[in-house]
């Protein structure tokens, strides 16, 4: 296995169009989740899944944000109506849980840069 | 307010020095847990530690050790003998008893050679 992956890397859009970014977990991991990377700044947390169930979505910036998981594999980050405020690094990381603890260790993907134009 | 404090924005040392990265938390649940992170300039975030807040024993592993201090709601991360390849942005982070994550802001280290 080769880690998490992130597709695409890159995406460059015009303001007003929509965006999907892709992420591939780790295949035993059943705990994924998104962040929002912006310069200088700490990974910012948006939304976790374990296997399909979305189970805190509270923190998705905005109603134009929606994230699944429709297998309990994969999981796809939207986003509608992009923004310029939405340039970002989209990252995504996954683990499995250990014990009691809420969130373990996660491994995290290269990322997708997203500039709105 | 943050709920992740990291104080120091860049720090430069000369390689063999020690460093000293500092974290302060904010949290009302007893039961939480504590990470660092490491992002080195390919990007990738790695994972370093984690530590749930009923242990407070200090941890070392090679040249990186963990000062967990619940008094003063700290978890301070040294590294020994500092490398060049050290240089990177750590971050602290907390997760609560719920279902969310708070990263600082991080702390960028360069290692002098």
């Known amino acids: 296995d080769t880690g998490v992956s992130q597709d695409p890397r890159h995406k460059i859009t015009k303001r007003g169009q929509n965006v999907t970014f892709r992420c591939d977990p780790i295949s035993e991991h059943n705990r994924l989740y998104w962040y929002r990377q912006t310069l200088g700044q700490g990974p910012e947390f948006l939304t976790y899944?374990?296997?399909?169930?979305?189970?805190?979505k509270s923190r998705l910036l905005s109603d134009r944000f929606s994230a699944e998981r429709p297998k309990g594999s994969f999981s796809t980050l939207e986003i509608q109506r992009t923004e310029q405020g939405d340039s970002a690094m989209y990252l995504c990381a996954s683990s499995v849980p250990k014990g009691l603890a809420p969130h373990n260790e996660q491994f995290f993907g290269p990322g997708t840069r997203l500039t709105v134009l | 307010a943050q709920k992740v404090t990291q104080a120091q924005t860049e720090i430069s040392v000369v390689e063999k020095e020690d460093v000293t990265l500092d974290c302060v938390y904010e949290?009302?649940?007893?039961?939480?847990?504590l990470f660092w992170y490491k992002q080195p300039p390919s990007g990738e975030l790695v994972f370093l530690i984690r530590?749930?807040?009923?242990?407070?024993q200090n941890e070392i592993s090679g040249r990186y050790s963990w000062n967990f201090q619940k008094s003063t709601s700290s978890f301070n991360f040294t590294i020994t003998a500092s490398q060049v390849v050290d240089s990177a942005v750590y971050f602290c982070a907390l997760s609560e008893a719920g279902n969310q994550f708070y990263f600082g802001t991080g702390t960028s280290l360069t290692v002098i050679p």
């Open positions: 530590r749930n807040s009923f242990d407070e």
């Open positions: 949290t009302r649940d007893t039961t939480y847990y």
């Open positions: 899944f374990q296997n399909e169930a979305q189970l805190e």
